[in-house]
């Protein structure tokens, strides 16, 4: 007998001989089914099969168009261990029996049937189907539930990141706007270079915090209004390995953290080895690094600075093309050639914001606050 889960099963019986179908239906009936769908026209059949959900189908194969063979054929994308198909026919040659399995048919009953054996085929079919269907709504539950935990995780991971951006833009005097940027040219340039749409989410979320490790710099040469002597510069240089070692996770499955750590380690390295703190070259600078360097310099030259003038584009584009083998990977100047206008766009629609007067104020008011408690 069927189990109690099976009674409500849509079982469909497509056979062109009428009594053979009244046997077929009757018997599913009475063996407990409550839906069955009959068809004597293949045609109908089909239509039918094609527009509706179904569990199991009973198919005869010697019909007129379409016969069995050609219903199978448009089945053939079905997936079958979830909607599996008895064949139930008086073609009994080798020939029959092996073309119908070859086309997707779970199971070949020959007639005059046996009317328990099918039954006992019927009822074990819709065991597979069910079992299929209930695998396939868990593997579901668990996608959704782990896409929700994921964009959590990613909630909270950006959080993070605009915490410790602010940190940073405290620390050194850059804006949110500058570091928001390249996290935006990031993400264009990796998708311009065919990378996966997680890895362009990625180093968009991840670009802005390249220079963290400034808030273990000392004011007195993060904020140095002169060049730094050599012994300065030797510490300046070691924010990318403080960055690193803030980022770093040991775990292997963190994607963003990692990516944050690789790009704070090695966006100041060179593309002709030239760079700190490894010295690496070319292609074992990681690419996400790479990119972030040439975003930073791209970003840092569109703008206006206290003691510079911001470039026109030109020159930009210029002064990249002169650099391209020696500090900047060929292929991403290529890329930023190729993006010139939407990154200048970018730039454009995230521009910095001049501070007010007030917020001006607080600043000073806050510097002579500090240098009083430092006094």
């Given at each position: 007998m069927l189990d109690n889960e099976l009674h409500s099963a849509t079982v469909v019986v497509i056979d062109d001989m009428p009594a053979n179908l009244r046997l077929l239906v009757s018997s599913l009936k009475a063996f407990g089914l409550k839906d069955v769908q009959a068809f004597s026209g293949s045609r109908e059949g089909l239509q039918w099969l094609e527009g509706n959900r179904w569990d199991l189908l009973v198919l005869d194969l010697d019909m007129p168009t379409p016969n069995g063979f050609e219903i199978l054929e448009r089945l053939a994308e079905r997936d079958r261990a979830a909607c599996p198909v008895i064949i139930?026919?008086?073609?009994?040659?080798?020939e029959d029996r092996r073309r119908g399995l070859q086309l997707g048919a779970n199971d070949y009953i020959v007639k005059p049937?046996?009317?328990?054996?099918?039954?006992?085929?019927?009822r074990n079919n819709l065991q597979l189907s069910r079992a299929r269907k209930q695998l396939l709504q868990e593997r579901d539950g668990l996608e959704a539930r782990v896409e929700e935990k994921t964009r959590q995780l990613r909630a909270s991971f950006t959080s993070v990141v605009g915490m410790l951006t602010r940190a940073a833009c405290y620390k050194h005097h850059e804006t949110g706007a500058?570091?928001?940027?390249?996290?935006?040219?990031?993400?264009l340039i990796a998708r311009h270079l065919g990378q996966s749409g997680e890895f362009a989410q990625n180093i968009r979320l991840t670009a802005p915090m390249h220079d963290i490790g400034k808030i273990g710099i000392p004011d007195s040469i993060l904020n140095k209004p002169g060049a730094l002597t050599e012994e300065e510069r030797e510490v300046m240089c070691l924010h990318a390995r403080i960055g690193f070692e803030i980022l770093h996770e040991d775990d292997p499955s963190s994607a963003l953290t990692d990516m944050a750590a690789e790009i704070a380690l090695g966006h100041h390295e060179r593309w002709d080895g030239k760079g700190y703190p490894q010295g690496l070259q070319g292609d074992a600078i990681p690419l996400s690094?790479?990119?972030?360097?040439?975003?930073d310099v791209y970003?840092?030259?569109?703008?206006?600075?206290?003691?510079?003038?911001?470039?026109?584009?030109?020159?930009?584009?210029?002064?990249?093309?002169?650099?391209a083998g020696s500090q900047f990977d060929p292929k991403l100047v290529q890329a930023l050639e190729e993006?010139?206008?939407?990154?200048?766009d970018i730039f454009e629609r995230m521009r910095d914001e001049e501070p007010s007067e007030s917020a001006v104020a607080g600043r000073v008011a806050a510097a002579e606050a500090v240098a009083r408690l430092k006094g």
């Open positions: 139930a026919s008086a073609l009994s040659r080798v049937l046996d009317i328990p054996e099918l039954l006992l085929r019927v500058h570091l928001t940027r390249i996290g935006e040219y990031a993400a690094a790479r990119i972030v360097a040439l975003c970003d840092a030259l569109c703008s206006k600075r206290i003691y510079k003038s911001a470039w026109d584009h030109g020159r930009i584009l210029d002064y990249f093309r002169e650099n993006l010139a206008p939407q990154l200048r």
